[in-house]
């Protein structure tokens, strides 16, 4: 499987971006798909992901209320809508899929190429 991220972009404080993930074929099954960044010089972090499978969601606290994850299992899609964007939101994102469960973030096996995202003040 291939994961191909697009979406990225800059935008002022307040304002939204989408991201949206792309596996390569159909999956089936438990698993999950998400959301991960990395700013600057610090470390990757989760951000979001959902179940393939009932549709469960967990989401950082850092952007709960402001961004939502949403799937489309048909398309193999996942997209991360992002309000109310901040400049401590500037950093790569890249989407991630585990074959595992969803808070195990040190599953997340398959991985897409990264998309910026640029929120300037």
């Known amino acids: 499987v291939q994961l191909q991220a697009s979406g990225g972009g800059s935008v002022q404080a307040g304002g939204s971006l989408r991201l949206s993930c792309v596996a390569s074929?159909?999956?089936?099954?438990?698993?999950?798909m998400g959301w991960f960044r990395q700013a600057p010089e610090k470390e990757r972090e989760f951000v979001s992901a959902i179940t393939w499978n009932g549709g469960q969601i967990y989401t950082a606290d850092s952007v709960k209320g402001r961004f939502t994850i949403s799937k489309d299992t048909a398309k193999s899609t996942v997209t991360l809508q992002m309000n109310s964007l901040k400049p401590e939101d500037t950093a790569v994102y890249y989407c991630?899929?585990?074959?595992?469960?969803?808070?195990?973030?040190?599953?997340?096996?398959?991985w897409g190429q990264g998309t910026l995202v640029t929120v300037s003040s």
């Open positions: 991630a899929m585990t074959y595992g469960l969803l808070t195990d973030f040190q599953r997340y096996s398959v």
């Open positions: 074929r159909r999956t089936f099954g438990s698993g999950a």
